[in-house]
């Protein structure tokens, strides 16, 4: 179970996320960057969850909703910042942008927006850490509408029949709609309605976990990441998150406005359409509270890292605004194997 400072270390790194997300909507509302883009906010208890119990060897492949994944990885905010501008001081100067965020020098290769992408290139990396025994894992991040995809079944199915040590993480953020019928897409065409079942079927270890709940999520990760590590065998795990209220829609949307943490103690002033989520599902007002209750930090500890955030964040902004275009010369650099 996560001690005091753990349980800090994973409010920070969720506070951090909120406050890069909401400064890229922030950038994208300015058009400081084009196209089509997706925020992590409603889902940061899993992502730092999941990444406070990972090591150097491991090999992490996230999705199109990234960018609290490689925050919560310790990924520099400024340099995160400046990818998704496309300028030349972000982690792959500026070509991947925020659907393909990456940095392979912190164990995350690369990023795939396309659906169900992560699921194999994980087993990949699963498979190499196994004959090179190298003790590190493999983790797939990805959402519910993965089950779709035909190449989510078969990777499940062959990690399993091969004992690849990897840990299939499916952040649930429509919880019982992936049937057609329960409110999923129209393209929904799974006979079974809980997308736990699928692996199940194989015969693959599986847990289900309140993605929303950043304690929970840890301790769960931290115990099956250990046991992948000695055995080879694959996990699945299953984190049920509320879907944020922004995320109804084709863009984003600040529906909820900026995240004020005095929420988590000043509940007289949560009022509104979304009462709701701030009372019961915003996990880091959920994760602020039961600081306070349990009496691990004071208000005033919780206004104060907010702040010191707020500070990191300032100066991430300033780095990437700062940051400029790529050189025109190096529009062919990285495109073959050794190139510069």
């Not at 090591?55 to 520099?76: E, K, P, W, Y």
């Not at 087993?123 to 959402?143: D, H, P, Q, Y």
């Not at 206004?303 to 275009?325: M, N, Q």
Request: hydrophobic share 40%; proline share 4%; net charge negative.
């Amino acid at each position: 179970m996560p001690d005091k400072e753990n349980l800090l270390e994973l409010f920070r790194k969720m506070i951090l996320i909120r406050r890069f997300e909401e400064t890229v909507y922030e950038f994208h509302q300015q058009k400081l960057f084009g196209g089509h883009y997706h925020l992590y906010i409603g889902q940061e208890a899993t992502g730092a969850g999941v990444m406070a119990s990972l090591v150097d060897d491991d090999r992490i492949f996230s999705t199109h909703r990234n960018h609290g994944h490689l925050i919560a990885r310790g990924i520099n905010p400024k340099n995160a910042l400046a990818e998704i501008l496309n300028r030349a001081g972000g982690t792959n100067g500026g070509r991947g942008g925020t659907f393909h965020l990456a940095d392979a020098s912190a164990g995350m290769p690369h990023t795939s927006a396309l659906v169900g992408g992560s699921v194999p290139l994980a087993a990949g990396a699963g498979f190499a850490a196994k004959l090179r025994k190298s003790g590190g894992i493999g983790v797939s991040m990805f959402g519910d509408g993965c089950f779709e995809e035909g190449v989510v079944f078969e990777t499940l199915n062959l990690a399993r029949m091969w004992d690849l040590p990897v840990i299939f993480v499916c952040e649930n953020n429509t919880p019982g709609a992936i049937l057609k019928s329960d409110g999923g897409n129209n393209t929904s065409n799974l006979p079974e309605g809980r997308v736990i079942q699928i692996p199940k079927a194989l015969g693959m270890e599986c847990h289900e976990v309140d993605g929303g709940d950043a304690k929970a999520v840890n301790t769960l990760f931290a115990d099956c990441a250990s046991r992948v590590r000695e055995t080879n065998q694959p996990i699945f795990i299953e984190a049920l998150t509320e879907r944020w209220p922004g995320n109804y829609f084709s863009f984003p949307s600040m529906v909820t406005g900026i995240t004020k943490v005095s929420m988590a103690w000043d509940t007289g002033s949560i009022r509104g359409e979304y009462e709701d989520w701030f009372r019961n599902h915003d996990p880091v007002l959920r994760l602020a509270r039961h600081l306070i209750v349990s009496g691990i930090a004071t208000f005033g500890d919780i206004a104060g890292i907010d702040v010191e955030t707020t500070e990191i964040i300032a100066d991430a902004r300033d780095f990437a605004l700062s940051s400029p275009l790529p050189d025109s010369g190096s529009v062919y650099a990285h495109v073959t194997a050794g190139g510069s």
